[in-house]
């Protein structure tokens, strides 16, 4: 079984940057997207930034150009470079892997929070 473990979140001012780190750790299988999403009270979930086993980035326009998304296979973790951070930025941030072909999984960290506030 496949846990994902979240840290880097924290309180920064707008225009500052963080780095948010996901390790997975157990029985990783291949061929695995891994992404961040954000929530924020009663909105649902959204899209941040994924990266498939290969390599491929899917970024979400309100982030793209100050988000960086990469992934270490090796490793097995998955990082959200954030630059220039907007008070908008301000959620709870989760890292999901997901693999689509069978046996499929959908697996989900516990959340890190980041508030960009002055």
């Known amino acids: 079984q496949v846990q994902l473990v979240e840290s880097g979140g924290g309180l920064v001012q707008p225009g500052g940057s963080l780095r948010l780190s996901c390790a997975a750790s157990g029985t990783i299988p291949g061929a695995t997207v891994m992404g961040w999403f954000r929530q924020v009270p009663g909105k649902q979930r959204e899209l941040v930034a994924t990266v498939t086993s290969g390599g491929t980035t899917d970024v979400a326009e309100s982030v793209k150009g100050r988000f960086t998304v990469s992934r270490n296979n090796y490793k097995n973790t998955l990082d959200l470079q954030m630059n220039n951070l907007k008070p908008e930025d301000t959620a709870v941030y989760y890292c999901?892997?997901?693999?689509?072909?069978?046996?499929?999984?959908?697996?989900w960290g516990q959340g890190t929070q980041v508030t960009v506030s002055s």
């Open positions: 999901k892997m997901q693999r689509k072909m069978t046996p499929t999984m959908t697996v």
